[in-house]
């Protein structure tokens, strides 16, 4: 089964502080791409940063990043420099090109930012 | 448009009606998915149109949702006899469907569906 698990419903940060969201995925393929996304309240998801399976390299945008474990299926991210505007739901998701077409998220994180 | 455009932003409606969601995805994008979010929930697929394809229609939970793409372009959801636990947030999203951002979908804002 393909499978999202983000196991923090809810996580807090002091702004400018470091907070990192974890995600673990499911899949037996070797092709694949995974994503964090962010919910804020307009409910509009926004694309924070990709990793294709097949980079080594972690990905990083500006004051986010990733810690990709391709043998643990682990795929966290890591906002440096927590702003108040970070505040929403993050989801993370990943695609199997080879094996249709549908993106599989997880349930999503809160994160609260303390001024 | 410059992005994608979901009506109507929000939706009330008595049990039993029909409802019809709009999803107008970003112009020249070939991938259009449905979703379903329901409170506290991820986001649960509905249903991925690519191109002239056929649907793939996997994720549709019953035979009263439908969702038909004209002209490759805009999108309309149906729910047919509406039910309490159809009450979520419906959020489309379009994609190139090619080239380096084939993979990267832009969402809209959603409609949120209420049945009373």
């Known amino acids: 089964a393909q499978t999202v698990t983000q196991s923090q419903p809810e996580m807090s940060v002091q702004e400018a502080e470091t907070v990192t969201l974890s995600c673990t995925y499911d899949?037996?393929?070797?092709?694949?791409?995974l994503f964090w996304y962010k919910q804020p309240p307009s409910r509009q998801m926004i694309l924070v940063i990709r990793?294709?399976?097949?980079?080594?390299q972690n990905a990083t945008e500006n004051r986010f990043s990733v810690n990709f474990q391709k043998a643990a299926k682990s795929f966290s991210l890591k906002i440096s420099d927590s702003q108040l505007g970070d505040a929403a739901m993050y989801f993370c998701?990943?695609?199997?090109?080879?094996?249709?077409?549908?993106?599989?998220f997880g349930t999503g994180t809160s994160l609260t930012v303390i001024p | 448009g410059a992005g994608v455009s979901q009506s109507p932003s929000n939706k009330v409606t008595e049990k039993g009606k029909d409802v019809e969601l709009r999803c107008d995805p970003i112009?020249?994008?070939?991938?259009l998915y449905w979703y379903r979010q329901s409170l506290g929930q991820g986001l649960e697929f509905l249903i991925y149109?690519?191109?002239?394809?056929?649907?793939?229609k996997s994720g549709l939970p019953s035979d009263r949702f439908s969702a038909e793409r004209t002209g490759g372009s805009v999108s309309t959801l149906t729910i047919q006899r509406t039910q309490q636990e159809d009450s979520a947030v419906y959020l489309c999203?379009?994609?190139?469907?090619?080239?380096?951002?084939?993979?990267?979908?832009?969402f809209g804002a959603g409609t949120r569906l209420s049945v009373l």
């Open positions: 149109f690519q191109g002239n394809s056929a649907p793939d």
């Open positions: 999203a379009s994609s190139p469907g090619q080239g380096p951002a084939k993979n990267i979908q832009y």
């Open positions: 998701a990943y695609r199997t090109p080879n094996t249709g077409n549908q993106f599989y």
């Open positions: 899949t037996s393929e070797s092709d694949y791409y």
């Open positions: 990793q294709e399976a097949y980079k080594q």
């Open positions: 112009s020249g994008h070939t991938a």
